[in-house]
């Protein structure tokens, strides 16, 4: 069993930046592959960007350039670094951790870019 736990959301202006984390306990940290997600209201969760084991990254195209998926598997945390913020970028935004068979999720912290 894995818990995550997110952090680092809240309220910033349009080309603002925030630094989202994610701690994880239980488990195998680095076996997982670790992922951000986000959930507009209104709107179908998709994913942001992910992290394979061994260190591999893949982000959608609408954050590529401004935002950063990293990990660190001594703390058992994975980040996420949102630069040049922008209107469509507020959801909230959940962590998961993935491998085959196992699937978890965080509660979400809430990001809103607003002026």
């Known amino acids: 069993q894995v818990q995550l736990v997110e952090s680092g959301g809240g309220l910033v202006q349009p080309g603002g930046s925030l630094r989202l984390s994610c701690a994880a306990s239980?488990?195998?940290?680095?076996?997982?592959?670790m992922g951000w997600y986000r959930q507009a209201l209104g709107k179908l969760r998709e994913l942001v960007a992910s992290?394979?084991?061994?260190?591999?990254?893949n982000y959608v195209d609408s954050v590529k350039g401004r935002f950063t998926i990293s990990r660190d598997n001594a703390k058992k945390t994975v980040y996420l670094q949102m630069n040049s913020l922008k209107p469509e970028d507020t959801a909230v935004y959940y962590c998961?951790?993935?491998?085959?068979?196992?699937?978890?999720w965080g509660q979400g912290t809430q990001v809103t870019v607003s002026s």
């Open positions: 998961n951790a993935y491998t085959p068979g196992w699937d978890y």
């Open positions: 992290i394979q084991r061994g260190g591999n990254t």
């Open positions: 239980g488990g195998i940290f680095s076996l997982y592959t």
